[in-house]
């Protein structure tokens, strides 16, 4: 199967591009991107993925609009059969152009059941290649997966029901990361032996933050009993520099009788060897696994067959107890901003993305249970 990727030098293998190197079907190649306002009223997540080895592409778009009593999830979901252009990546009326690799990117979606956009992604700083990302369940893998980071602002516009947003680069600013390689993904597979030991839960935090002079890209993974399986915090300077802030030690600050971040104290080092200290606040939170195929969503899941030329709307009321019930046992995605602190008392302002997840146990939380919340 030769396609116009081929015409390239970037083989990595005696194989057409169009044919991954293994043929474990959870292989995959994702993009992953986020935007909003800093007002907290309003949170945009996109995604498109291939699934070569399932034969399928998809896309979604996910709209968190959360104004006065109201707080909604809409997503637009998108499912195709999978093609050889993966230059142009596109799903339906949505498409990712990549005007500049590594820089700037423009996201267009044709309307759609009364959605639409055309917005542009300029990254603030280079991109940070994160660390691989390894989890097995006994012997087998069930995650390996490379992933980049960047930090930017949009432009552009977004239209929801007829209300028309002006993307603001002043103002509007996100994350995104690419991912590529193997995690659950497609309709569920038979699990065989229940897992020796069970899963009893997991600990996830990500913070990417753009600062005046430095975008901050931190990652954590920790087992129920606090041992770290991924621990990974950059600095990128302006002016190219990368510096590691250590093992920073995170405190995440829970709403009352809850799970939901409110906040987190993040303590840091320089690579000076100097404290940074980080407060970050947390508002607008969306549930990744209410609508946008994450975690378990019963309703949407990457890589999923749903025919040629899928389209569908859905819209969660996220005040519904029956909707709201299933946020505590995923990854919550939120507006994020933070005060970043050196040793000499020198303050950065930054905004970006909280996001946070602790489901199960994790005793250093004191979360014994899976029903355990905050005091």
Same mark, same amino acid.
């Given at each position: 199967m030769i396609t116009a990727g081929d015409e390239y030098p970037i083989h990595q293998a005696a194989l057409p591009i169009a044919w991954p190197t293994q043929s474990d079907r959870n292989f995959y190649d994702r993009s992953y991107l986020c935007a909003h306002d800093r007002s907290g009223e309003i949170f945009v997540v996109f995604g498109l993925g291939h699934y070569p080895n399932l034969g399928v592409k998809d896309a979604f778009v996910l709209v968190h609009r959360?104004?006065?009593?109201?707080?909604?999830?809409?997503?637009?979901?998108?499912?195709?059969?999978?093609?050889g252009d993966r230059l142009n990546p596109r799903?339906?009326?949505f498409a990712i152009e990549v005007v500049e690799p590594l820089k700037t990117l423009r996201l267009t979606l044709?309307?759609?059941?009364g959605i639409e956009l055309d917005m542009t992604w300029n990254g603030l700083f280079d991109v940070v290649q994160e660390q691989r990302h390894l989890m097995r369940q006994g012997t087998r893998v069930t995650l390996d997966a490379q992933r980049f980071a960047q930090v930017g602002s949009w432009s552009g516009r977004l239209v929801v029901d007829g209300e028309e947003f002006i993307v603001d680069p002043a103002t509007w600013i996100g994350t995104r990361d690419r991912s590529w390689g193997i995690r659950p993904v497609g309709e569920p597979e038979n699990p065989g032996r229940p897992a020796d030991p069970p899963f009893q839960g997991m600990w996830w935090f990500y913070l990417p933050m753009a600062f005046d002079d430095f975008g901050l890209v931190m990652i954590i993974q920790e087992d129920p009993d606090g041992y770290r399986t991924?621990?990974?915090?950059?600095?990128? #300077?302006?002016?190219?520099?990368?510096?590691?802030? /250590?093992?920073? *030690?995170?405190?995440?600050?829970?709403?009352? @009788?809850?799970?939901?971040p409110v906040g987190a104290t993040i303590e840091a080092t320089a690579a000076d060897g100097s404290p940074v200290v980080i407060e970050a606040d947390a508002q607008c939170a969306t549930p990744l696994h209410i609508g946008g195929g994450y975690g378990g969503d019963p309703d949407w899941g990457h890589g999923q067959w749903k025919g040629e030329n899928f389209v569908e709307r859905v819209t969660y009321d996220l005040t519904d107890p029956a909707v709201n019930g299933r946020a505590a046992f995923g990854v919550?995605?939120?507006?994020?901003?933070?005060v970043c602190r050196e040793?000499?008392?020198t303050e950065?302002?930054? #905004?970006?993305?909280?996001?946070?997840?602790?489901? /199960?146990?994790? *005793?250093?939380?004191?979360?014994?249970?899976? @029903?355990?919340v905050a005091p």
């Open positions: 959360k104004v006065g009593d109201s707080d909604t999830n809409t997503a637009v979901h998108l499912c195709d059969a999978i093609d799903v339906g009326p044709e309307e759609t059941e991924l621990n990974d915090c950059t600095r990128v #300077w302006r002016d190219g520099r990368v510096e590691q802030l /250590g093992w920073p *030690r995170v405190k995440i600050h829970y709403r009352s @009788g809850t799970r939901l919550i995605d939120q507006v994020g901003h933070a040793a000499d008392g950065h302002e930054g #905004w970006g993305m909280f996001e946070h997840g602790s489901f /199960g146990l994790h *005793r250093p939380s004191g979360f014994n249970d899976w @029903g355990d």
